[in-house]
Nanobody
Framework: QVRLVESGGGLVQAGGSLRLSCAASGSMFTISAMGWYRQAPGKQRELVAT???????NYADSVKGRFTISRDNAENTAFLQMNSLKLEDTAVYYCRVSVIRSGGYWGQGTQVTVSS
């Protein structure tokens, strides 16, 4: 079993920045991909960014050039640096990890609210 703890969400003005963290813990696990997803009120959960164990990244078009995903493999932690935040970035952000021979795990979510 893998436990994910997210942190770093909050309230920020448009144009501001936030940095989300997702720390994975448990016993005897190896993470392949890590990613961030978000769900705004009344909308479906959508992919924001993913990163493989080798460091290859993928971003939603809406966040390219503004968000950066990274990871610390030794600490089993993923980060999402969010710059130039827009009102439409307001959502609950979820971390997801893919664990080899185990499956996918979701975090509990962290609220990001961008105000005008």
């Amino acid at each position: 079993q893998v436990r994910l703890v997210e942190s770093g969400g909050g309230l920020v003005q448009a144009g501001g920045s936030l940095r989300l963290s997702c720390a994975a813990s448990g016993s005897m696990f190896t993470i392949s991909a890590m990613g961030w997803y978000r769900q705004a009120p009344g909308k479906q959960r959508e992919l924001v960014a993913t990163i493989t164990s080798g460091g290859s990244t993928n971003y939603a078009d809406s966040v390219k050039g503004r968000f950066t995903i990274s990871r610390d493999n030794a600490e089993n932690t993923a980060f999402l640096q969010m710059n130039s935040l827009k009102l439409e970035d307001t959502a609950v952000y979820y971390c997801r990890v893919s664990v080899i021979r185990s499956g996918g795990y979701w975090g509990q979510g962290t609220q990001v609210t961008v105000s005008s």
